[in-house]
């Protein structure tokens, strides 16, 4: 088993059990809209041919095949991710699509110490559920060639991601947030680097330099129907996490909660399904020349 911070114990116990269930059941929804945005960030500051590739926080490894097919055969790509289920799913899909340039490791980024170089780090969504990013985005840093870039996808402010920031002011006032609960937390959260004065400073502080930031915006398409979309939102982001840490306390309220999603969601409803805004920073970075 690989090492993990004391501080992300809970954060892997949510991210290898219930999420990953989640991100599993929900993973056509899902990982269409960020991988909108993944290629968008890619094809923006894309890796070169034979460059070697860190993939932080790989999920299920879909960025990391990608990035393999832009390296191409003289390239290589190592995905990470503290979750063993995500590693495992990476692993077995990348051999059965038969990519032989890329690998995954479980590993908590905070706590890795690389024992090889890259020369492009990249991420979808896999960088805000660190709960010290400075000493996590420090290793990603030191583990790059002179001259190595980073880039990074997270989610901007949550008022332009309307489809999530509704969902959470409809659930919100509802659910009282216990101050106990027995369902682990995913670490500071998908929204933590939204604040580009924040992220800036947090990449600074690990070494980067020449920081810049490009908006993206990208209609998302939460769900074929409103059924879709409403389950999502009660499985995941903010809305879903208030639920879930709300426990046993959520389960009666659970009805009324959907009923109020229904309504709320209505209004993205268009004739190819229910469709939002999304919008992302691609946070791009020189790590030091050493
Ligand atoms: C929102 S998911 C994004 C997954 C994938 N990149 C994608 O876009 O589908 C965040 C990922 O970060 C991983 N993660 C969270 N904390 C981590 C850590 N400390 N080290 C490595 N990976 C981590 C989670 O296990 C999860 O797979």
């Not at 682990?184 to 330099?209: E, K, N, V, Y």
Request: charged fraction near 20%; charge should be negative.
């Amino acid at each position: 088993m690989a090492t993990v911070a004391t501080a992300n114990e809970e954060a892997l116990e949510a991210w290898n059990g219930v999420l990953f269930e989640r991100f599993v059941q929900f993973r056509h929804v899902l990982v269409a809209g960020l991988a909108a945005h993944g290629r968008q960030a890619m094809q923006l500051h894309p890796p070169s041919t034979g460059d070697r590739v860190l993939d932080i926080g790989c999920g299920f490894g879909d960025t990391s095949q990608e990035l393999a097919a832009l390296v191409g055969p003289t390239g290589s790509v190592l995905g990470v991710d503290v979750a063993p289920r995500f590693v495992a799913t990476a692993r077995s899909e990348a051999a059965l699509a038969r990519v032989g340039n890329v690998r995954f490791e479980v590993l908590d980024v905070q706590v890795a110490e690389f024992d090889e170089t890259f020369d492009y780090a990249f991420s979808r969504f896999g960088t805000m559920f660190f709960a010290n990013p400075v000493p996590a985005l420090r290793n990603v840093r030191r583990a790059l060639a002179p001259g190595g870039r980073l880039c990074v996808v997270v989610w901007r402010r949550k008022l332009d991601n309307p489809w999530l920031h509704r969902a959470e002011l409809v659930v919100k006032p509802l659910i009282e947030a216990p101050e106990e609960t027995n369902e682990p937390r995913c670490g500071p959260g998908p929204f933590s680097m939204a604040d580009a004065d924040t992220t800036s400073q947090i990449l600074l502080s690990a070494g980067f330099t020449d920081v810049e930031f490009r908006r993206c915006d990208i209609p998302y398409r939460i769900g074929a129907d409103l059924d879709e979309a409403v389950a999502m939102n009660m499985a995941l982001g903010p809305a879903a996490e208030a639920i879930r840490l709300a426990g046993a306390a959520a389960e009666p309220l659970k009805p009324q909660l959907a009923a109020l999603l229904r309504d709320t969601l209505a209004e993205f409803e268009t004739d190819d399904g229910i469709v939002a805004n999304s919008s992302t920073w691609f946070v791009s970075a020189r790590g030091s020349d050493h």
